[in-house]
T-cell receptor
Framework: AQTVTQSQPEMSVQEAETVTLSCTYD???????LFWYKQPPSRQMILVIR??????QNATENRFSVNFQKAAKSFSLKISDSQLGDTAMYFC??????????????FGKGTHLIIQP | DAGVTQSPTHLIKTRGQHVTLRCSPI?????VSWYQQVLGQGPQFIFQ???????GRGNFPDRFSARQFPNYSSELNVNALLLGDSALYLC????????????FGSGTRLTVV
């Protein structure tokens, strides 16, 4: 079984600052996907960024980037030039490659990110 | 294009009752997955259906069941409701069942009193 741990229940930064959200995971799988999802008050889970474990290069999507350390089983999310609209719950999630998605996503407990004006 | 739609958005049920939640996937998506999100927690995987067959099941009791229809829409059924079943129930669809293209709906908020 996989576990995902997010050790920061809440973080608050000023607009335009850079913030890093932490995530660690535990698995015996060698091939897997890692994700960061954003959940605003509208409740819909929105994919922020995805990383395939076999790729050494860290994924980047505009202002969002990850620091993927496979040996350390660490997967942090960096948000640059933070904006008020980034205020939301952020969830780290894991999916083994084997099973083709039938195992579902394993989520952490989330980090509530607040961007202050 | 319509996204993943779930109905109802909110409902209140009494302990011991039965509830049915509905999900319509994005057009062309053949897989639907269900998640339960208790307040203050991350979502937990309940089921995945692909081409009307159950492909995966999380650690939930038999009171939870689901099915997928020929048009790929899905129902989640929960029998003998407990207070602990109060949660946000999220549906996600994907073209083939893999997670690379998961799209979530906005969920159904179930309150059991």
């Amino acid at each position: 079984a996989q576990t995902v741990t997010q050790s920061q229940p809440e973080m608050s930064v000023q607009e335009a600052e850079t913030v890093t959200l932490s995530c660690t995971y535990d698995t015996s799988e060698n091939n897997y996907y890692l994700f960061w999802y954003k959940q605003p008050p509208s409740r819909q889970m929105i994919l922020v960024i995805r990383q395939e474990a076999y790729k050494q290069q860290n994924a980047t999507e505009n202002r969002f980037s990850v620091n993927f350390q496979k040996a350390a089983k660490s997967f942090s999310l960096k948000i640059s030039d933070s904006q008020l609209g980034d205020t939301a719950m952020y969830f780290c999630a894991f999916m083994p490659y084997s099973g083709g998605g039938a195992d579902g996503l394993t989520f952490g407990k989330g980090t509530h990110l607040i961007i202050q004006p | 294009d319509a996204g993943v739609t779930q109905s109802p958005t909110h409902l209140i049920k009494t302990r011991g009752q039965h509830v049915t939640l509905r999900c319509s996937p994005i057009s062309g998506h053949k897989s639907v997955s269900w998640y339960q999100q208790v307040l203050g927690q991350g979502p937990q995987f309940i089921f995945q259906y692909y081409e009307k067959e159950e492909r995966g099941r999380g650690n939930f009791p038999d009171r939870f069941s689901a099915r997928q229809f020929p048009n790929y829409s899905s129902e989640l059924n929960v029998n003998a409701l407990l207070l602990g079943d109060s949660a946000l129930y999220l549906c996600a669809s994907s073209p083939t069942g893999g997670v690379r293209s998961y799209t979530f709906g906005s969920g159904t908020r179930l309150t059991v009193v």
